[in-house]
């Protein structure tokens, strides 16, 4: 998949914020999983809902299940370790 910061800018990403993305690739960039590995700053949630067909947004939640759910017990086993020090 290549994106551009046209793209970017259309699917809703702030001016600069596209910016700082593609200064580094030129005016566009050939996604794949190394390149976005190397730009975890982007939200790719965000990105999958607003530049995936349909058919991969479908793919994509599956792919992303065993992370979300991991990220949920984390989230909760913090928020009670932490809320068990609270009065």
């Not at 050939?30 to 390149?35: F, H, L, P, Q, T």
């Not at 590995?37 to 947004?57: G, K, Y």
Request: charged share 25%.
């Amino acid at each position: 998949m290549k994106i551009t910061k046209v793209m970017l800018r259309r699917a809703g990403m702030r001016e600069g914020q596209a910016k700082r993305l593609m200064v580094q690739c030129g005016h566009h960039a050939e996604i794949n999983e190394a390149w976005c590995v190397a730009h975890l700053e982007v939200d790719w949630d965000w990105a999958a809902v607003r530049l995936l067909p349909p058919a991969a947004w479908s793919s994509y939640l599956e792919a992303t299940a065993p992370a979300r759910r991991a990220h949920k017990e984390a989230m909760a086993t913090a928020f009670g370790r932490i809320a068990e020090t609270l009065p």
